[in-house]
């Protein structure tokens, strides 16, 4: 299982960002995927995840109504679309997905929201 996650940066407040992350090594249509993101010294939380089909989601509550998870099944993508950017979204990001009990980690991306 490898987890590419790319599309991170700086970026102003208000701002927008895409995060993306390649999957290969499993058949990524069969599995839920997730986002989560880590503070510094800090657990990693729960950001958002997404179904197989990609009709159902989850957003944690500070995430509700500016971010969104489409997966691209064809390609084996998972996206982040991030909109309306707080300085409190400045983490590292991470794509995870859970095969055979193992949980699944990429290298993580690293957000930056400041002016």
């Not at 940066?9 to 997730?34: E, I, K, W």
């Not at 509700?64 to 979204?89: C, H, W």
Request: proline content about 3%.
């Amino acid at each position: 299982v490898q987890l590419v996650a790319s599309g991170g940066g700086l970026v102003q407040p208000a701002g927008s960002l895409r995060l993306s992350c390649a999957a290969s090594g499993f058949t990524f249509s069969s599995f839920f995927m997730r986002w989560y993101r880590q503070y510094p010294g800090k657990e990693r939380e729960l950001v958002a995840a997404i179904d197989t089909t990609g009709r159902n989601t989850y957003y944690a509550d500070s995430m509700k109504g500016r971010f969104t998870i489409p997966r691209d099944n064809a390609n084996s993508t998972l996206y982040l679309q991030m909109n309306s950017l707080k300085p409190e979204d400045t983490a590292v990001y991470y794509c995870h997905v859970m095969r055979d009990g193992i949980n699944y980690w990429g290298k993580g991306t690293l957000v930056t929201v400041s002016s």
